[in-house]
């Protein structure tokens, strides 16, 4: 097997001028894209909830959960979370006091 070396780490051909233009192009367009895009994305652009709502992320399994709940249900979610010491009560017990439902 002599030369297989030599063979074997040989590029085919050169890229031309043109291709390696091509490519330099491709590439400039692909991370301009993607800092636009985390640009465009990043923050926190979520509305607050409405008046007499609350917003509220729980830990559970799997993961974050959203708790969302306005008027009457909101109120009676509230006080039966109030005064537990789970950290999905306490993320409860913290939104109804930013948004003043008690």
């Given at each position: ?50 008046r ?23 109120r ?27």
């Open positions: 097997m002599e030369g297989h070396w030599q063979r074997v780490n040989t590029p085919l051909r050169r890229l031309t001028p043109r291709e390696r233009n091509v490519a330099l192009a491709a590439v400039t367009i692909t991370a301009l894209t993607l800092i636009a895009l985390i640009a465009l994305t990043a923050g926190n652009t979520r509305p607050p909830p409405s007499g709502c609350l917003s509220a992320i729980v830990p559970g399994i799997m993961g974050g959960g959203s708790v969302e709940a306005c008027g009457e249900r909101a009676s979610l509230c006080l039966r979370h109030a005064g537990l010491g789970d950290p999905g009560s306490l993320a409860i017990e913290e939104s109804c006091r930013r948004y003043g439902i008690g």
